[in-house]
């Protein structure tokens, strides 16, 4: 009986063009996913160290402020850049509004502490989201892409294995070439998954200490608001820097 020679040249290119469409459109959603894992990871890097940026330079801005006009001016010029001038806005915002309030709707209801409360707990309800972007997009590819793969090399090895019983040889060189082949999607799985993996908790990891510390000066801001009294703990504009450290781009 005669048998189909073995094919010279193994590899990714002999595997794309035996390939049939089902895997050229999984190697196409692998793509996209790399893509999009790796744009992701470079545009939120970017945009956490502008933040990190931003942060310091308010920080050091506001608790050498004289008083909170000086801080609405320097909102007014430099506009609101990171979590912590945002939560300032809202906090000045809330301020005004409750003096100009003419009592007639749902929202300026009770006092003016929990008046306050309500548009500090809205800024960081709107910082987590923001924080929060292409999160679940990289856990999605994360969790996804090994799977994609790996169906990708059960339909290889399928076509593989249909072939070489079409050709009548079952032997070891015969497999080997078009199974290892097919292996390849597998690989290409988990280069794509771990960078999402590994971006996820890296950028996760940032959000969560990101918002301990929003949430830790939002307390200062709001006793000094009700009280006018500046926390001494947090006067110094170096220990002000602290809170800004973790806006570094890792959730």
């Known amino acids: 009986m005669e048998t189909t020679a073995i094919p010279t040249q193994l590899g990714f290119a002999h595997f794309i063009a035996q390939a ?18 790796w744009y992701l990871i470079v545009s939120k890097s970017l945009a956490n160290r502008r933040m990190k940026k931003h942060a310091e330079a308010f920080l050091a801005r506001f608790w050498d402020a004289p008083d909170l006009a000086a801080v609405a001016d320097y909102l007014q010029n430099h506009g ?9 806005h809202h906090g000045l915002k809330a301020a005004e509004q409750y003096r100009n309030k003419t009592g007639s709707r749902l929202v300026e209801s009770g006092s003016e502490d ?11 309800n709107q910082d987590t989201a923001r924080l929060e972007y292409g999160h679940t997009m990289l856990a999605s590819i994360a969790s996804s892409a090994p799977f994609v793969g ?29 199974v290892g082949e097919a292996l390849i999607m597998t690989a290409l ?4 998954a771990i960078p999402a ?7 996760n990891r940032s959000k969560r200490t990101m918002l301990s510390e929003v949430d830790g000066f939002a ?20 220990e002000a820097r602290i809170y800004a450290a973790p806006v570094a781009r890792s959730a």
């Open 114 to 124: 929990e008046f306050l409360t309500r548009a500090l707990r809205r800024a960081i």
């Open 20 to 37: 049939d469409g089902l895997a050229h459109f999984l190697l196409v959603v692998l793509l996209a996913m790399s893509v999009i894992t």
């Open 80 to 88: 609101v850049s990171d979590p912590f001038s945002h939560l300032t």
């Open 150 to 178: 790996l169906f990708g090399t059960v339909w290889g090895i399928y076509h593989a294995l249909v072939n070489i019983g079409m050709s009548g040889s079952g032997s070891l060189d015969q497999v080997a070439g078009p």
């Open 189 to 192: 799985g988990l280069a794509v």
């Open 219 to 238: 307390h200062d801001l709001f006793a000094f608001m009700s009280t006018g009294v500046r926390n001494n703990t947090r006067v110094h504009k170096d």
């Open 197 to 203: 993996v590994l971006a996820y908790n890296f950028f």
